[in-house]
Each structure stands twice: as structure tokens, then as C-alpha cells.
């Protein structure tokens, strides 16, 4: 059984930092694809980050890019996603999710941590 589990969404001032958590149990996270995810209010979801376990190769989308990073520890399973100088528009829930498929589209993951808020202020 996976199970993801996601921590670390709040609120925050424009330019401000945040640091999401996904621990995964059940399998191990570098086996996979992980996709970081974000689903604003009347939006599509969309993949901000996709990290390629077997390559080590990570890609950002240009909206995040420069501003986001994902890491990963390999001894606790888990993996983060800094963010810094947020954007109100960077408001969402956010995902993260492991899947065996490379892809941006969200439909292709398999697993999916339960969400959590991301509200940054003006």
C-alpha cells in the first residue's frame, strides 16, 4: 500500500518562502516519477516540477522556474519542494504524485498525497 502524506502549505506574504514535504511509505519515492502538482480555483491542474527518479533529471515549468526546488532524501523517503519569492498566483493546493510514467499530465500518476494550501498574500 502507497501512501503519500504532505505537509508544509500555509500563508504567506508575497516574497516570502515555503517548504512543501511528500513522505512516501509503502514504496520507495526514487523508484518513480514524482510530479509536484497545483490546482488553483476554477484552473486545470498542472505539473510545476517532474523529477525522474531512475535519471535524477528534474524539470520546471517556466512559471516556477528559478524560484522552485525540489530535493530529495533518500534515508527518510521523502521528498520537498522549496519555494521562494512566492507570487500570489502561485496560490493553490498543491500535490505532489508518483506514477511509473514520465508525463505532465496528471491522469498518468498513480499516487497522490492528500493536498495542501499554498495562499500567498499581496
Known amino acids: 500500500h502507497v501512501q503519500l502524506v504532505e505537509s508544509g502549505g500555509g500563508l504567506v506574504q508575497a516574497g516570502g518562502s515555503l517548504r512543501l514535504s511528500c513522505a512516501a511509505s509503502?514504496?520507495?519515492?526514487?523508484?518513480?516519477?514524482m510530479g509536484w502538482f497545483r490546482q488553483a480555483p476554477g484552473k486545470e491542474r498542472e505539473c510545476v516540477v517532474r523529477?525522474?527518479?531512475?535519471?535524477?533529471?528534474?524539470y520546471y515549468a517556466f512559471p516556477v522556474e528559478g524560484r522552485f526546488t525540489h530535493s530529495f532524501d533518500i534515508a527518510k523517503n521523502t521528498a520537498y519542494l522549496e519555494m521562494a519569492t512566492l507570487k500570489p498566483e502561485d496560490s493553490a493546493v498543491y500535490y505532489c504524485?508518483?506514477?511509473?510514467?514520465?508525463?505532465?499530465?496528471?491522469?498518468?500518476?498513480?499516487?497522490w498525497g492528500q493536498g495542501t494550501q499554498v495562499t500567498v498574500s499581496a
Open positions: 523529477f525522474i527518479g531512475i535519471t535524477g533529471s528534474t
Open positions: 504524485a508518483i506514477g511509473t510514467r514520465i508525463s505532465f499530465r496528471p491522469e498518468l500518476y498513480e499516487y
Open positions: 509503502g514504496r520507495t519515492l526514487s523508484d518513480f516519477v
